[in-house]
């Protein structure tokens, strides 16, 4: 029989095993103790949204694209500009252009109440586009999770990673084989196009430009999209049946009906064009190589273990605003459901931010241990009630 000696080291062991094991890696699983509802509500505003505007499927799907190509899927895209911070939301692909941002707050809002300070904005935005692709009538899959936030973005990578519609195939491949994107995740997640709308221009040089694409077709679109002006006139990515995740997308490029020059670019190569051919034939295999592709995107990069944060707020990063008093112009964060009646200590904070007295010093006790705490779970993303609040004053 093993010695208690030895006895007591198998726990830890076991413990440090398994922590290695989780470290890193993403599970579908990651919210069902630390938050049953997450999935459920995340879904129901999601639903909501979609019912009311069947295109905010397409601009959430988008989201979550745009997100995990610049710097990983770390909710960078969601932060927004300050005086003193300039986000992804101006760069090229995004500017004007991408949409979502009031669905995922509300989604935010309705994960706080549930659980606080639990859900990442970049899960939020995994699930957002799954369950937007399942409400239109697409592929289903599990979603791993247990992404956390950044603290910051990059608008220079938004401008060079995300790929332009300009784009010629074997820039489109080398844009996707930077984030350890193959061919094939390529030719499947450009079936994203079945849903969803594009500006003027977006399309405007091939519609007057490029030889391959179908003349009654480009003639209806330069009725919409004049040669200038007219930028943000609208049309549909599929122009079959753009509110439906169907397998139309690839029957377009067939007839030369992409609208994206990019979109018609995987038909240049016997490679991309025999997977479309393949998706146009079988649609059970475009859904089932699609949910493989986006668990494939929504792995790249990801915050986890004590990298990132959980941002309480998926526009701001954490910068001290919990300190913020109201005004009659501002509202800040000391009345959001998880401070309100509930955070203290700012009295505290004031006389630090003064210079501590001897009697601050004596007072400082709980209340020091308390504003700690919510500022290491904010700014180094540790739990709520975990280390932080431990300090000692
Ligand atoms: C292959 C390279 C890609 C290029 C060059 C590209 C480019 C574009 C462009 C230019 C638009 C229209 C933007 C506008 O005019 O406002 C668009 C829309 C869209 N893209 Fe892509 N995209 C690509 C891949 C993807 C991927 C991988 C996804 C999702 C996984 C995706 C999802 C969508 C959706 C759903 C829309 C419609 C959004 C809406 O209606 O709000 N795209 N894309």
Not at 294 to 300: C, E, L, P, Q, R
Not at 320 to 326: H, R, T, V
């Amino acid at each position: 029989m093993a010695s208690p000696r030895k006895m007591f080291w198998v726990p830890i062991i076991q413990v440090f095993a398994i922590g290695i094991l989780v470290v890193g890696a993403l599970s579908p699983d990651y919210y069902s103790s630390k938050c049953p509802k997450a999935l459920s509500t995340v879904k129901a505003v999601v639903v909501a949204a979609v019912k009311k505007e069947a295109r905010m499927g397409a601009s959430l799907l988008r989201l979550h694209f745009h997100d995990c190509f610049v710097n990983g899927c770390d909710g960078s895209i969601l932060l927004d500009d300050t005086s003193t911070f300039t986000g992804e939301k101006t760069a090229r692909p995004n500017n004007g252009s991408v949409r979502g941002f009031e669905v995922v707050d509300d989604i935010k809002k309705a994960v706080e109440k549930a659980c606080p300070g639990v859900v990442s904005c970049a899960d939020i935005l995994a699930l957002a586009a799954r369950d937007s692709t399942v409400f239109l009538g697409g592929p289903s899959w599990k979603v791993p999770l247990g992404r956390r936030d950044s603290t910051t973005a990059n608008l220079t990578a938004a401008n060079t990673d995300i790929p332009a519609p300009t784009s010629n195939l074997s820039t489109l491949i080398s844009s996707f084989a930077n984030q350890g994107l193959s061919v094939k995740d390529l030719v499947s997640l450009s079936g994203s196009h079945t849903i969803g709308l594009a500006r003027c221009t977006s399309f405007r040089s091939r519609i007057y430009n490029d030889t391959n694409i179908d003349s009654t077709f480009a003639a209806k679109l330069q009725k919409k999209c004049p040669r200038v002006g007219r930028n943000n006139s609208l049309s549909r990515l599929d122009t079959a049946t753009p509110k439906h995740f169907d397998n139309c997308y690839y029957r377009n490029l067939l007839n030369e009906k992409g609208l994206l020059h990019s979109d018609q670019e995987l038909t240049n190569t016997t490679t991309t064009l025999s997977r479309v051919k393949k998706y146009v034939n079988e649609p059970s295999t475009f859904f089932k190589d699609f949910a493989k592709s986006m668990v494939k995107m929504g792995n790249i990069n990801p915050l986890t273990g004590s990298k990132g944060v959980i941002r309480i707020n998926c526009r701001k990063d954490c910068n001290g605003s919990i300190l913020l008093d109201d005004n009659s112009t501002f509202t800040g964060e000391e009345t959001d459901v998880p401070n309100n009646q509930s955070a203290r200590g700012f009295n505290v904070v004031d006389e630090i931010k003064r210079g501590p007295s001897l009697e601050s010093i004596q007072r400082i006790g709980s209340s020091k241990r308390f504003i700690y705490g919510h500022y290491r779970w904010i700014n180094r993303g540790q739990p709520r009630h975990s280390s932080g609040i431990q300090y000692s004053g």
